[in-house]
Structures are given as structure tokens and as C-alpha cells.
T-cell receptor
Framework: EAQVTQNPRYLITVTGKKLTVTCSQN?????MSWYRQDPGLGLRQIYYSMNVEVTDKGDVPEGYKVSRKEKRNFPLILESPSPNQTSLYFC????????????FGAGTRLSVL | GESVGLHLPTLSVQEGDNSIINCAYSNSASDYFIWYKQESGKGPQFIIDIRSNMDKRQGQRVTVLLNKTVKHLSLQIAATQPGDSAVYFC???????????FGKGTRLHILP
């Protein structure tokens, strides 16, 4: 089954404790993105990657890091989480030939205390 | 449309009627405009897209209209069904493909 898998689905952590949210896709897609979704603000792109070892900032990259060492994986790293990073996070992937058809994961709800 | 604070614009439509969801976009250089549907507790799901050189595109029960003069995009859903109840987002895709900007969303509520 074609899918984008995020882990964990729920996470509660404390300020300053480094964490990683993993994202994996099994569709051999070139493009991958991370978004955060906050009430009233819609989805905002954090980082995106158009291929292995190629990453670029989206609209809200501050406080986040990503890496794309393999095509299927695109982890989101919060080196020192802060309460304003409490949000619902989505990973998405798309094929280069159909870049608009993004497939989204089920989301990761993060709370930073 | 724009949302204020925590409240999404909501469109309430009678089951069986047509729905029209509107969106204003910001970047004249966007290459594609896209509509996504997000059901409660799930990630967004692609519905339909339209290239910037088109003004209308039809899918199954959905039609997207693009008015570049006023930077306006709309999604029309024919014969709205209970399963159409969701939040709908418009999005713009940059010409080089990576950067995508989403609107704030509109909640579609279906009345029985």
C-alpha cells in the first residue's frame, strides 16, 4: 500500500529536549515536505526537499532542521524545542512528474511543555 | 477566504445542493493552484489542480475556476454529499515546484 508514515503520532516533551519526528514514504517520490498546522493559520511549509541531499527552507524554518540522506526518509529535527513549536505536523511526498499531488502522512501532534 | 483567530470561515450547504468555496491567492508567479480536502483527524488529500494558463478545469463532481485578473480561485462541488464535509484548502505551487503556500482553509458543513 502506497503511504507516508510518520512517527510518533503523538509526543509530549519538555523545552530544550532534542527530538526527531521520522517520515518515510514507499512511493519512490523525489519531493518531500514538512508542514505545521495551527488553528486559524492553515498549513505552513517548514522545509522541503526536491531530491536526496537537496533541502530548502519553506516559510517557517526557524527552530527546525531536516536531512535527506535517502530518498524514502525525511526526518524533522527539533534541536531545542520550545512551547511555540507545539503544533500538528504533517509530512508529505510527491512525484516530480505530478508535483501537485502530495500524499500526506497522518500527522504528529507535538506538545512542548 | 481569510480566517480570524481560531475560527475558520464556514460554509453551510444543504445536502444535494452545489457548494462554492472561494480563495484569494497572493503570488502572480505561481505555476499551479491546487485544492486539498482535509477530513477530521486526517492529513490533507489532493482534489484537483489547475495550471496558471487555464481558467477552468473539471474533475469528478468538482470544478476549479481561476480568475487571474483578481487573483481568485474557486472550487465548485456538485450535488454536495455528507462525505464532502471537511476543511478545504487552496494552495499555490511555485514554478520550480518545491515551495507550496496554503491558504487558511474553509470548513464545509453539510446540512441534512
Amino acid at each position: 500500500e502506497a503511504q507516508v508514515t510518520q512517527n510518533p503520532r503523538y509526543l509530549i516533551t519538555v523545552t530544550g529536549k532534542k527530538l526527531t519526528v521520522t517520515c518515510s514514504q514507499n512511493m519512490n517520490h523525489e519531493y518531500m515536505s514538512w508542514y505545521r498546522q495551527d488553528p486559524g493559520l492553515g498549513l505552513r511549509q517548514i522545509y522541503y526537499s526536491m531530491n536526496v541531499e537537496v533541502t530548502d527552507k519553506g516559510d517557517v524554518p526557524e527552530g527546525y532542521k531536516v536531512s535527506r540522506k535517502e530518498k524514502r526518509n525525511f526526518p524533522l529535527i527539533l534541536e531545542s524545542p520550545s512551547p511555540n513549536q507545539t503544533s500538528l505536523y504533517f509530512c508529505a511526498s510527491s512525484d516530480r512528474a505530478a508535483k501537485n499531488i502530495q500524499y500526506f502522512g497522518a500527522g504528529t501532534r507535538l506538545s512542548v511543555l | 477566504g481569510e480566517s480570524v483567530g481560531l475560527h475558520l470561515p464556514t460554509l453551510s450547504v444543504q445536502e444535494g445542493d452545489n457548494s462554492i468555496i472561494n480563495c484569494a491567492y497572493s503570488n502572480s508567479a505561481s505555476d499551479y493552484f491546487i485544492w486539498y480536502k482535509q477530513e477530521s483527524g486526517k492529513g490533507p488529500q489532493f482534489i484537483i489542480d489547475i495550471r496558471s494558463n487555464m481558467d477552468k478545469r473539471q474533475g469528478q463532481r468538482v470544478t476549479v475556476l481561476l480568475n487571474k485578473t483578481v487573483k481568485h480561485l474557486s472550487l465548485q462541488i456538485a450535488a454536495t454529499q455528507p462525505g464532502d464535509s471537511a476543511v478545504y484548502f487552496c494552495a499555490e505551487n511555485s514554478p520550480w515546484g518545491g515551495k507550496i503556500i496554503f491558504g487558511k482553509g474553509t470548513r464545509l458543513h453539510i446540512l441534512p
